[in-house]
Each structure stands twice: as C-alpha cells, then as structure tokens.
C-alpha cells in the first residue's frame, strides 16, 4: 500500500488567500485525523472523521477552517482567508478504526507570509 | 479528560549507551491504548508500537523495548545500543474513552552522538 498520501508537501501563500490541503488516506482505513504541529503548541488534533462523517471537530481553530470527506478516499482541509499565524506542518492520518494505530502522511508545510 | 506527560524535554547519549525515555499518562478509562511515534529530522511520523490497557506484558522488538505499568501509570520506552539513526523526537500517545481522541504528549528530543 501506499500509506497516507498529502499534497501540496510545501505551500507558500500570501495573508488572505485560500489555502487547501488534500489528503488520500490508507484504502480500507475507517477514521481520518488531521493534525496541526507547532513549535508552541505541539502536535494539535483539528479534526477526525469516521466512516466519511466529521465525529469531533472542536481542535478546529476557528471558522477560518474547514474540512470535508466526500468518499472514503478523499479529503481536504481549507484556510480561509489564511494568517500567518496558520504556518504550521499539517499531517494527515488515517486507521482501521479508531482504537486503532494511526498512519501519518508526509505533512504539508503550510508558510503564510 | 486524558493526559500524557513526558517530562524528558531533550536527552544526548553517545552511541550504544541504553537508554529509557519516559512516559506518564493520566485517565480514567479502564480501557486504553497507548502508543509510541517516532519523528526523524526529516519529518515523518512512524508509528512504533500500540499496547491496550489489558495487556501490560513488556514487549521487545529488536533493540526496542516496552514496559507498561498500570500501577504508576507508565509506559516506558529502552533502546538499548542506541545507533546515530535513534537520533529523533519520540512521541508517547494515548487513546482512551469514547472520544477516541490520540493525545500526544510533548515528546522527547534524542541526540545519539559518536
């Protein structure tokens, strides 16, 4: 398999544009996490979706941000508008269940100037 | 509400010395999951191993090795000849109750020097 796929791997953007990150999670893999990783503020879950359906959504900085599943192969997390404030490395991850091991993308590393 | 503290911030050792990295957590769900990820400089986020509350055997892989306590609430991580590639942040992680949130503890930075 080709474990957790993220893209773009880097994104350089400007205070205000529309900035989103996509995330192919492992095929068969139930939940899907996203996490944001700061130096002040560690590794943060945003969000985590079961069987497509957001479950917890309160690690979710503000309305600034969304995030989708449309099927069990695909999802994105939007910033808009984005802040610089939102420069961060953010991983995806995907498991059988939720109890389960979680798998990590690559990250995305998120520069708004 | 769960919590998992990791109060080595940064350890060095120079290369095949053992050495344990800790990891305390705090719940009150008799049914847990705790887990260990390892962060390499290059970035990625590998998962090395998932124990559930029943379980509290020590496990063993290679040069890696467990020890899981329930009665200090524990779950502490040996390698033991540490190599330069140890060299990397480790995360200890728990995953209890309904909400089935993973919560990171803030990690421990290895160094492992020639």
């Known amino acids: 398999d080709a474990g957790v796929i993220q893209s773009p791997r880097h994104e350089v953007t400007e205070m205000g544009q529309e900035v989103t990150l996509r995330c192919k999670p492992i095929?068969?893999?139930?939940?899907l996490f996203w996490y944001r990783q700061t130096m002040m503020r560690g590794l943060e879950l945003l969000i985590y979706f079961n069987n497509n359906v957001p479950i917890d959504d309160s690690g979710m900085p503000e309305d600034r941000f969304s995030a989708k599943m449309p099927n069990a192969s695909f999802s994105t997390l939007k910033i808009q508008p984005s802040e610089p404030r939102d420069s961060a490395v953010y991983f995806c991850a995907s498991s059988l269940t939720r109890w389960n091991e979680q798998f990590f993308g690559p990250g995305t590393r998120l520069t708004v100037l | 509400a769960q919590k998992v503290t990791q109060a080595q911030t940064e350890i060095s050792v120079v290369e095949k010395e053992d050495v344990t990295l800790d990891c305390v957590y705090e719940?009150?769900?008799?049914?847990?999951?705790l887990f260990w990820y390892k962060q390499p400089p290059s970035g990625e986020l590998v998962f090395l191993i998932r124990?559930?509350?029943?379980?509290?055997q020590n496990e063993i892989s290679g040069r890696y090795s467990w020890n899981f306590q329930k009665s200090t609430s524990s779950f502490n991580f040996t390698i033991t000849a540490s190599q330069v590639v140890d060299s990397a942040v480790y995360f200890c992680?728990?995953?209890?109750?309904?909400?089935?949130?993973?919560?990171f503890g803030t990690g421990t930075r290895l160094q492992v020097t020639l």
């Open positions: 124990r559930n509350s029943f379980d509290e």
């Open positions: 992680a728990l995953n209890s109750g309904t909400a089935s949130k993973l919560t």
């Open positions: 095929s068969g893999h139930n939940s």
């Open positions: 719940t009150r769900d008799t049914t847990y999951y």
